[in-house]
């Protein structure tokens, strides 16, 4: 099949919207400096003539023949952002998609957000939450209602003033987030405080006009889930919004292996017509922030902007307390930035798609058979303790070829099945996290029983390993500063400064325009003991984590 030539992705990442011109991706590395895979390559203009070993013959040798391109993985320490594309593409992720700063969710990339989405599901329900669906396109009325809402989010708004072929009468909005729209239903079903707390979740799609994009991380239109709750106290409300970052933090830790530091926005860096927001910021494997997910105490300023009330139990007529809160497709991006390596993604078990491949290997077509029941009978026994596993019996390639494939796809374990294997009744394991014959493991008994605890037991141990090596990370790249001198030099160097802050809104603006670094969050967990603002030398109650971030 021939690769669709399209323009690079890189060209998204530029910040003019007006400009037709497509941007070349950057400079070709020396090629010894470069990770060589035999994929396609959509969002590169890179490649070389890829060598492709034909299906074996009588003989049982194998033809190498020319075929389609050769891709590579550009080193992640030399070019983090090329290493990125490198991956979504090699590893068949996502696409370009036609309208400029859109990309196609591929099938092995929708996966990863399949499990994302079964986790959540769970969680949500179990805290009370119903899943619904509100219309994509809301009268722009509803946007002007709030006026910090529209404030924030008028310069990413996508507008329809044309329908049917008929100007609009007044133009609709593009879905940037619900908090309008669900406002406006939310005062037609509340009316008494009987029908509180009203709390429900929709998955769905939304749209924001970025000009600078990539791919996961920020997009014209990207996936998500947005919870909308209703309440009669204020503190009903900032327990939910609490309740859910909670369910986001502990999800990184333990579904994805990324160690967030969650915390309370500043705010300059509150949502656009919240009270109060809480958020989760990961460090990516270049040191810059994400900011993960989010949870919005919104108090009462979208009842108040459109009268969403409840008679309450004394007969007194109040507005309800609300929240808001998300995550999206950027949690996809996250963990290729968070685990990935120099031959590709790496993935968590817990949310790979695939958790176990088996590659059977033989020489001879008198060892195909055999090898082949028994990989078959191997699959069976994972797959039937729950494990998520694929068995690659394509003749087309050659083992090494397919050891590269399922490296770069990120899957967490290998088992390999040979003839020798077959006689002894065992097989051998390889950890994609642990690269070469330190990760490999042989004479694992095949006994079903045995197999199972040992496969389980390794995938744990994947896990734990990523999770550790990112919180490792994570810490040794953030520096502890006192003075604002101390910050800018953290800043410098690339990593995270925390430092006490009770400074106003115009020095954490001022420290963004010098250092090009914000204020992520000001962490739950604070240090105790007296402390001292590092850019007034005022007393200061807590400590603020500045970045550079996505």
């Keep these: 099949m021939a690769a669709l030539r399209l323009p690079a992705l890189t060209s998204i990442l530029t910040s003019s919207s007006s400009s037709s011109s497509v941007r070349l991706p950057p400079a070709i590395f020396p090629l010894k400096h470069r990770l060589w895979l035999p994929l396609r390559r959509p969002f590169s203009a890179q490649s070389t003539v890829e060598k492709v070993v034909a299906p074996e013959l009588g003989d049982g040798k194998a033809k190498v023949v020319d075929k389609d391109k050769d891709r590579v993985i550009t080193p992640r320490s030399q070019d983090f952002n090329a290493w990125y594309l490198d991956v979504i593409a090699n590893a068949e992720l996502a696409d370009y998609g036609p309208v400029r700063g859109t990309m196609v969710i591929r099938p092995y990339g929708y996966a990863i957000w399949e499990a994302i989405q079964e986790y959540m599901n769970v969680k949500f329900k179990e805290t009370g939450h119903s899943n619904m669906y509100f219309p994509q396109f809301i009268p722009y009325s509803f ?15 996508a507008l329809v003033t044309v329908g049917g072929g008929k100007e609009l009468e007044e133009k609709l909005v593009v879905r940037p987030t619900s908090e309008t729209i669900v406002n406006h239903m939310f005062t037609q079903w509340i009316h008494s405080y009987r029908d509180l707390p009203l709390m429900i979740n929709q998955w ?8 600078r994009t990539k791919p996961f991380i920020r997009t014209l239109e990207f996936l998500w889930q947005e919870g909308h709750t209703a309440h009669a106290t204020a503190e009903e409300a900032e327990e939910e919004a609490m309740q859910m970052i909670d369910v986001y933090t502990k999800f990184a830790y333990e579904q994805a292996a990324i160690p967030v530091i969650a915390g309370r926005k500043s705010r300059v860096e509150t949502f656009a017509g919240a009270s109060t927001t809480y958020t989760i910021e990961a460090m990516m494997g270049d040191r810059k922030a994400l900011q993960a997910g989010t949870s919005h ?47 590709g993604l790496l993935l968590p078990p817990r949310l790979a798609p695939v958790q176990v491949v088996i590659v059977p290997i033989w020489k001879k077509d008198n060892e195909k058979t055999g090898v082949l029941t028994v990989s078959s ?50 097989l051998v394991v390889s950890r994609r996290d642990v690269p070469g014959k330190q990760g490999k493991v042989f004479g694992i008994s095949m006994e079903p029983s045995s197999l199972v605890a040992y496969v389980k037991d390794k995938l744990n141990e994947v896990q734990s390993s990523l999770l550790e090596r990112a919180t490792t990370f994570r810490d040794s790249n953030i520096v502890d500063v006192y003075s604002y001198n101390e910050l800018k030099e953290a800043i410098a160097e690339g990593k995270w400064a925390r430092g006490p802050w009770s400074a106003g809104d115009e020095e954490e603006s001022k420290v963004k325009e010098e250092t090009g670094a914000t204020i992520r969050c000001f962490p739950f967990e604070q240090p105790e003991g007296p402390k001292k603002c590092l850019m007034t030398g005022n007393s200061a109650d807590e400590v603020a984590i500045f970045a550079k971030s996505y």
Excluded: C
Aim: charged content about 25%.
């Design 143 to 157: 946007i002007e209602k709030e006026a910090s809402h529209v404030e924030g989010f008028s310069p990413e708004l």
């Design 204 to 211: 769905a799609n939304v749209t924001r006009w970025e000009m």
């Design 297 to 343: 105490n919104l108090g009462q300023n979208f009842s108040r902007a459109f009268e969403t009330q409840f008679t309450d139990e004394n007969g007194q007529r109040q507005h309800v307390w609300q929240t808001s809160w998300a995550i999206s497709t950027r949690f996809v991006g996250g963990i290729i930035m968070t685990h990935g390596d120099d031959a």
């Design 377 to 426: 009978s191997v699959k069976e026994t994972l797959q039937a303790a729950g494990i998520k596993v694929k068995i690659d019996d394509s003749d087309q390639r050659t083992p090494g070829w397919k050891f590269n494939y399922y490296e770069m796809k990120g899957v967490p374990l290998r088992i390999e099945i040979g003839p020798r294997d077959v006689s002894s009744g065992t």
